[in-house]
């Protein structure tokens, strides 16, 4: 649009490939060689995590579309600002408490909700965190002392018993054999808590062994893509987002009024194909930072 204000923006773009090394190196080079004024936050805690603590010593305010867990939030750290809506380690709460506000509600019969359990997640910062919340344990404050307790977990609270849990590393491939397993311990309610994209293999892999639990929920798979390359093995799983295209919100770009259709309108028009949660978070970051620099008149971090 223009600038903000006046004067135009340039945008230093770096690729970190996933790689938390590669992002605080980066982050070093955009604060001391590059002397930015602003930074726009990286997706996954786990690259995030160790980047917070660069842009905290510099007191560099650090805008995050995607990290939201509580071991990065619980540090007392004053820069880090978070875009989801709730911390990752109490997203498993929703999906639990959705089965049984469901059949309070008479849409499940009381004879249909699930009784047994089975979790399985990739060893990785953001699948861990809603493992904790789901199964129970502590997540530890690095640097002090503090620990959250939760307690034995939201299923076990439920009644709901843990009969399969499985970690399994990035490098997993035997989708087939894992989902044979969760068939076989009777599980009727799966929680497969991934990173983009395992979650269309286990999919894949539950059509494949036949397994149709009463419940599946997925922390990935708003994106197109995750529809289109599962066609009708899509039904039935409950995904988790931070954003949907549907309410009817409307907030402030440029100083002008923008909604949410607004947003949906306008990304479509110029990428040729709808938005999900991850544009939607991006976004949200760079409307906050306009908005920040607009309401203070400057870049000033403090």
């Not at 773009?13 to 990286?42: A, E, H, K």
Request: charged letters at 25%; one cysteine or more; glycine letters at 8%.
């Amino acid at each position: 649009a223009g600038g903000i204000d006046g004067p135009t923006l340039d945008l230093e773009i770096s690729d970190n490939r996933s790689d938390p090394q590669t992002g605080v190196n980066q982050t070093q080079r955009f604060i001391s060689s590059d002397n930015v004024d602003m930074l726009f936050g990286t997706f996954s805690t786990l690259l995030s995590f160790p980047i917070e603590a660069i842009t905290e010593q510099q007191k560099m305010v650090y805008l995050e579309p995607a990290d939201s867990a509580v071991a990065s939030h619980s540090r007392g750290f004053k820069y880090n600002f978070g875009f989801t809506p709730k911390p990752i380690d109490y997203i498993g709460q929703t999906p639990v408490d959705a089965i049984f506000e469901l059949s309070e509600a008479g849409d499940i019969d009381e004879g249909d909700l699930p009784k047994k359990a089975a979790v399985v997640y990739q060893d990785d910062f953001f699948p861990n965190s809603i493992a904790r919340g789901l199964l129970g344990g502590e997540a530890k404050t690095p640097g002090s002392d503090d620990v959250v307790d939760f307690g034995e977990g939201y299923l076990a609270e439920k009644g709901i018993e843990v009969v399969y849990k499985k970690q399994y590393p990035a490098d997993f491939s035997n989708w087939t054999s894992l989902l044979k397993s969760i068939k076989n311990s009777g599980a009727d309610y799966l929680f497969a808590l991934t990173q983009t994209p395992t979650e269309v293999n286990i999919a894949r892999a539950m059509a494949t062994v036949k397994y149709e639990p009463k419940g599946a929920f997925f922390s990935q798979g708003t994106y197109e893509q995750f529809e289109k390359s599962l066609g009708e093995n899509a039904d039935g799983i409950i995904v988790w987002s931070s954003w949907s295209p549907k309410p009817e919100w409307q907030g402030l770009l440029n100083d002008k009024p923008f909604s949410n259709q607004d947003f949906v309108k306008a990304f479509s028009d110029k990428y040729g194909n709808p938005p999900d949660e991850d544009h939607a978070q991006a976004f949200t970051v760079c409307q906050a930072a306009e908005q920040a620099i607009r309401a203070t008149g400057g870049t000033n971090q403090e």
